[in-house]
């Protein structure tokens, strides 16, 4: 079956622009997650939702990154007014619920702010 | 202090030969630990996980755990060129969904 897809792979922005990012998780799947990754850095988490509740935000570095999940399964990360210490890697990584062990990541949106 | 405590490396290991990876957490109440394999410019992919202390080993794999010292290591048998790779560690802790990662060791192997 399909994995956890990502749109658009690379995204160039200028400083100041608002960008989304998409993530579409494996289907069946309640949970979904996104982290960011800096160049030659883990993965940080950044927000984490079951089906379309977000229970975790803690992550999100400031009110300029917004991620919703309204029907549960497709999920859009916002970042109003990008800056350049927002470049990155944004990964979304979705699972079964609760007991499930795997997180399975996508491929990622790269997005450099210019 | 960093929570999950990686040897940024380079670690070079000869073809055929035992590679060894080690990650240091912080936090007593991490539950379960996993290693993700991450080829360059690709997503990161779930090797094992471990959440027992002891040994845990699927084919050329070893996950090793020691919850007393706060230490998981991973090693890997007969290393293949196309071991290498960045292999991040993560915890994850009771109650908790998310992954925290550490950041990543460059495994190279050297034909």
């Known amino acids: 079956g399909a994995g956890v897809s990502q749109s658009p792979r690379y995204k160039v922005a200028k400083r100041g622009q608002d960008v989304a990012l998409r993530c579409d998780p494996i289907?069946?799947?309640?949970?979904l997650f996104w982290y960011q990754q800096a160049l030659g850095q883990g993965p940080e988490f950044l927000t984490y939702?079951?089906?379309?509740?977000?229970?975790?935000k803690s992550g999100l570095p400031s009110d300029r990154f917004f991620a919703e999940r309204p029907e549960g399964s497709v999920s859009t990360l916002k970042i109003q007014r990008t800056q350049q210490e927002d470049s990155a890697v944004y990964l979304c990584?979705?699972?079964?619920?609760?007991?499930?062990?795997?997180?399975?990541f996508g491929p990622g949106t790269r997005l450099t702010v210019l | 202090q960093k929570e999950v405590e990686q040897n940024s490396g380079p670690l070079s290991v000869p073809e055929g030969a035992i590679a060894s990876l080690n990650c240091t957490y912080s936090?007593?109440?991490?539950?379960?630990f996993f290693w993700y394999r991450q080829y360059s410019g690709k997503s990161p992919e779930l090797i094992m996980f471990?959440?027992?202390?002891g040994d845990k080993e699927d084919g050329r794999f070893t996950a090793q755990l020691n919850k007393a010292s706060q230490y998981v290591s991973l090693l890997i048998r007969d290393s293949q060129p196309s071991d290498s790779a960045t292999y991040l560690c993560?915890?994850?802790?009771?109650?908790?969904?998310?992954?925290?990662f550490g950041t990543g060791t460059r495994l190279t192997i050297i034909p």
């Open positions: 990584a979705s699972s079964l619920r609760g007991r499930g062990i795997e997180q399975f």
């Open positions: 289907s069946g799947h309640v949970s």
């Open positions: 939702f079951q089906n379309e509740a977000q229970l975790d």
């Open positions: 936090d007593r109440g991490s539950q379960s």
């Open positions: 471990i959440y027992s202390n």
């Open positions: 993560a915890v994850k802790d009771f109650g908790n969904e998310k992954l925290t």
